[in-house]
């Protein structure tokens, strides 16, 4: 019943978004749903503040957090995930397109066949061409670059595959910004003790060789309570789908304990500013946590998260790779997880400082940059 309910309010989200008149859907933002809300956040806010377009806000997700946002240049549609999304796509009449969402044209979400001028916004610091599936941006007309690593694997792309070039937009990391901004009302006190009792966030990316999925987050988990630290599990939305009987099996044996903590929405970031140190493996939030928050992360070190297994052929170093034992420390997986921690704590605030303003563009103005390319399209 609830399928068929959805399915109905889509439709009416779909035949809404579709008769109206053009000039009031200049901007089109697109979210899968409230995890990519984080991302869009600043810039719709900003787009709404600073430009006098209108703006329209699609989503397949009911709980999406934008579909509540109100504004007098603001309209705001619920559209589903299946069919009904596909036939809005294809027939969607607006000027420019806002998206966070890879793949654009390669499987069901294809460009429209009207002039829309796509552009796609960073939901993770990663590099672009390891991790994400080989053609993942070529249907993209800008690209909005995070940092200059971004720039790099965008052109090193296009000479290697004879794609016309983009227009590439260094506009830095939004929900960085958000982070940063939201870390000043959680002041940090320096321990005498740095050694003492710390609260650990677990946040690891997804895959069969996952942290998680391969059954080493269960004894990890264990080890840092057995050792007298608080545990904060925050798996990928992707993890719950797929290796959901992992993380119950964790969550039942230490739901009972003041000392573990379960999180089942990466969308929030109230964990992020409470943790002293994360454990993650492939995921980009490692970078978020290490480049916003000066906090220093420890890595497992299992099989890379390779999605384009061309990516060797751009010669260029994945930032996920190359900047691990700058911001962290890479475990094994055997050594004493008390003695990682200890090698973690070592890691500078202001080295971390120093290292988020060299590998990312515009911190606490990506907005701005946003909105003066917008002039531009």
């Known amino acids: 019943m609830n399928n068929i309910r959805q399915g109905l309010k889509a439709i009416s989200g779909a035949i809404g978004f579709n008769c109206l008149p053009k000039d009031q859907c200049q901007i089109t933002f697109y979210s899968e749903g409230k995890n990519d809300w984080p991302h869009l956040h600043n810039l719709l806010v900003a787009t709404l503040e600073r430009t006098d377009k209108s703006v329209c806000y699609l989503s397949s997700s009911l709980d999406d957090p934008g579909l509540m946002v109100e504004h007098p240049q603001l309209k705001t549609f619920f559209i589903g995930m299946g069919f009904v999304r596909d036939y809005v796509f294809q027939a969607i009449e607006t000027h420019i397109m806002v998206m966070t969402m890879p793949d654009l044209n390669n499987f069901q979400v294809k460009r429209s066949r009207n002039p829309v001028h796509y552009v796609y916004v960073p939901h993770s610091l990663v590099s672009l061409h390891m991790i994400y599936r080989h053609g993942d941006f070529d249907h993209y007309d800008t690209i909005c670059c995070a940092g200059p690593h971004h720039v790099r694997e965008i052109r090193a792309i296009e000479k290697k595959y004879h794609l016309p070039e983009k227009n590439l937009v260094e506009l830095g990391y939004p929900r960085l910004d958000s982070l940063i901004e939201q870390a ?194």
Request: proline share 5%; charged share 25%; hydrophobic share 35%.
């Open 184 to 377: 000043k009302k959680y002041p940090q006190s320096e321990s005498e003790n740095k050694y003492q009792q710390k609260k650990i966030l677990i946040a690891p990316s997804w895959g069969p060789k996952g942290l998680i999925e391969s059954g080493l987050g269960h004894r990890l988990v264990n080890e840092l309570i057995e050792i007298d630290h608080e545990v904060i599990l925050r798996p990928h939305p992707q993890t719950m789908k797929f290796a959901s009987n992992q993380v119950k099996k964790i969550v039942h044996l230490h739901k009972e304990n003041p000392r573990f903590t379960f999180e089942n929405c990466v969308a929030g970031q109230e964990s992020l500013h409470q943790s002293d140190i994360m454990v993650s493996d492939w995921s980009g939030a490692a970078l978020e946590f290490a480049f916003a928050l000066n906090k220093p992360v420890i890595f497992c070190d299992i099989s890379q998260k390779v999605n384009n297994p061309h990516y060797q052929d751009m010669n260029l170093e994945p930032l996920e790779v190359s900047i691990r034992q700058m911001i962290g420390v890479i475990w094994d997986g055997q050594s004493l997880i008390a003695e990682i921690i200890e090698l973690c704590e070592q890691k500078s605030k202001n080295d971390l400082l120093e290292l988020s303003h060299q590998y990312v563009f515009n911190q606490g103005h990506a907005d701005e940059v946003f909105t003066q390319f917008l002039r531009t399209v």
